[in-house]
């Protein structure tokens, strides 16, 4: 459910999302960024804000789709936020859940990780029905960073960190799209 904080200009930041989703390829952009996280400050709901979000953005495609020439295919945003939803999340607290086992969907995805998701999931380009492919290559490119290691261990012996080591940084703040609203996990 949207929230009241909400006027008629954020149809516009919808619309940039959408945007972002149907017709980019993956790229990094900061608006972007900026137009999901402002869309995370006015949503509101029982469960997590992505959640919301996620419906807010369905429900406007679908409108879109039927209203504005520029939206008539808008298979890739809708095959981005199904596959979102559905398979990449769900799938990288899978692939994590030993490490993220003390997390929660409301705290570690945040406007600017749920970016960071449908930036990986646009990189891997067409045919959006392959969410096999599509889901493994995303949550792969995402693990991208490899946390503390005991200094014994790097000094005692050579030991190549395992696949579901390597994750990704939750960001809390990027420059040019600021800081991210919401609650985060310590």
Same mark, same amino acid.
């Given at each position: 459910?949207?929230?009241?904080?909400?006027?008629?200009?954020?149809?516009?930041?919808?619309?940039?999302?959408?945007?972002?989703?149907?017709?980019?390829?993956?790229?990094?952009?900061?608006?972007?960024?900026?137009?999901l996280?402002?869309? /995370?400050?006015w949503?509101?709901?029982?469960?997590?804000?992505?959640? !919301?979000?996620?419906?807010?953005?369905e #429900?406007?495609?679908?409108g879109?789709?039927?209203?504005?020439?520029?939206?008539?295919?808008?298979?890739?945003?809708?095959?981005?936020?199904?596959?979102?939803?559905?398979?990449v999340?769900?799938?990288?607290?899978? /692939?994590?859940?030993?490490?993220?086992?003390?997390?929660?969907?409301?705290?570690? !995805?945040?406007?600017?990780?749920?970016?960071?998701?449908?930036?990986?999931v646009?990189?891997?380009?067409?045919?959006?029905?392959?969410?096999?492919?599509?889901?493994?290559?995303?949550?792969?490119?995402?693990?991208?960073?490899?946390?503390?290691?005991?200094?014994?261990?790097?000094?005692?012996?050579?030991?190549?960190?395992?696949t579901?080591?390597?994750?990704?940084p939750?960001?809390?703040y990027?420059?040019g799209?600021?800081?991210?609203?919401?609650? #985060?996990?310590?």
């Open positions: 459910m949207v929230g009241s904080g909400r006027n008629p200009e954020d149809d516009a930041v919808v619309d940039q999302v959408l945007g972002y989703l149907n017709f980019s390829s993956g790229a990094e952009d900061l608006r972007f960024l900026a137009s996280n402002r869309m /995370f400050e949503s509101s709901g029982d469960g997590p804000v992505w959640r !919301v979000v996620w419906e807010t953005l #429900t406007r495609l679908a879109l789709a039927s209203t504005s020439a520029a939206f008539r295919d808008t298979d890739q945003a809708a095959g981005v936020l199904q596959l979102v939803r559905d398979h999340v769900p799938g990288y607290f899978e /692939f994590h859940r030993d490490l993220l086992f003390h997390q929660s969907e409301a705290t570690l !995805v945040n406007a600017f990780f749920l970016g960071r998701i449908c930036e990986a646009l990189r891997q380009g067409p045919p959006w029905d392959e969410a096999a492919r599509i889901t493994r290559a995303a949550i792969s490119e995402l693990n991208d960073y490899l946390g503390h290691r005991p200094v014994a261990a790097l000094e005692s012996q050579k030991i190549e960190p395992y579901h080591e390597w994750v990704r939750v960001p809390l990027i420059r799209a600021g800081i991210v609203v919401g609650r #985060t996990s310590t």
